[in-house]
Nanobody
Framework: QLQLVESGGGLVQAGGSLRLSCAAS????????VGWFRQAPGKEREFVAS????????YYADSVKGRFTASRDSADNTVYLQMNDPEPEDTAVYHC????????????????WGQGTQVTVSS
């Protein structure tokens, strides 16, 4: 069983920056690819970014490409989502999730999910 805990959410002004963290206690976390998803009120959950476990390859939704960066630190068992130049449209609950599958942009590929952290971007 893999337990994920997100942190770092909060209120940020448009054009600012915020870094989300996704931590896991199990050392096997380093063998999982990790994705970030978000869900805004009244909207479907959507893919934001992902990072593979072996080569640290990253994938991004078009809406965040060039503004958000996913990274991971195997030493502290944590995956990060650096959010630069956020926009009000980025306001949502952000979840991290872990997968051993290869289709990393779809929620169905992920087995373990965190509870989420709220990000609110003010204009």
């Amino acid at each position: 069983q893999l337990q994920l805990v997100e942190s770092g959410g909060g209120l940020v002004q448009a054009g600012g920056s915020l870094r989300l963290s996704c931590a896991a206690s199990a050392r096997t976390f380093s063998t999982y690819s990790v994705g970030w998803f978000r869900q805004a009120p009244g909207k479907e959950r959507e893919f934001v970014a992902s990072i593979t476990w072996k080569d640290f390859n990253t994938y991004y939704a078009d809406s965040v490409k060039g503004r958000f960066t996913a990274s991971r630190d195997s030493a502290d068992n944590t995956v990060y989502l650096q959010m630069n130049d956020p926009e009000p449209e980025d306001t949502a609950v952000y979840h991290c999730a872990a997968s051993r599958l290869s289709a990393l942009t779809t929620a169905e590929a992920y087995r373990y999910w965190g509870q989420g952290t709220q990000v609110t971007v003010s204009s």
